[in-house]
Nanobody
Framework: QVQLVESGGGLVQPGGSLRLSCAAS????????MGWARQAPGKQRELVAS?????STYYLASVKGRFTISRDNAKNTLQMNSLKTEDTAVYYC?????????WGQGTQVTVSS
């Protein structure tokens, strides 16, 4: 079992920045994948960014150049810059370990003037 604790999120004006963090505990050996997905009201959940055990990253096209994901052992951070109103959503930490996916409880990110 893996437990995930998310922090960060909140309300920010367009063009602003936020940082999300996710700390994993429990059976954290061999975590192969850490990432963030988001879900806006009325929309499907989408993967925003991820990083694997080899350090390879993935970014959703609409966030490339604005978001940066990093990983330090069992913790990952999503730095979000130049935020847009369309980035408003609940953001979920996602971790894969031993072929099983785990989700955090979600943190609200609201971009509004």
């Amino acid at each position: 079992q893996v437990q995930l604790v998310e922090s960060g999120g909140g309300l920010v004006q367009p063009g602003g920045s936020l940082r999300l963090s996710c700390a994993a505990s429990g059976s954290i050996s061999s975590i192969s994948f850490m990432g963030w997905a988001r879900q806006a009201p009325g929309k499907q959940r989408e993967l925003v960014a991820s990083i694997n055990s080899g350090g390879s990253t993935y970014y959703l096209a609409s966030v490339k150049g604005r978001f940066t994901i990093s990983r330090d052992n069992a913790k990952n951070t999503l730095q979000m810059n130049s935020l847009k109103t369309e980035d408003t959503a609940v953001y979920y930490c996602n971790v894969h370990q031993g072929g099983v996916g785990y989700w955090g409880q979600g943190t609200q990110v609201t971009v509004s003037s």
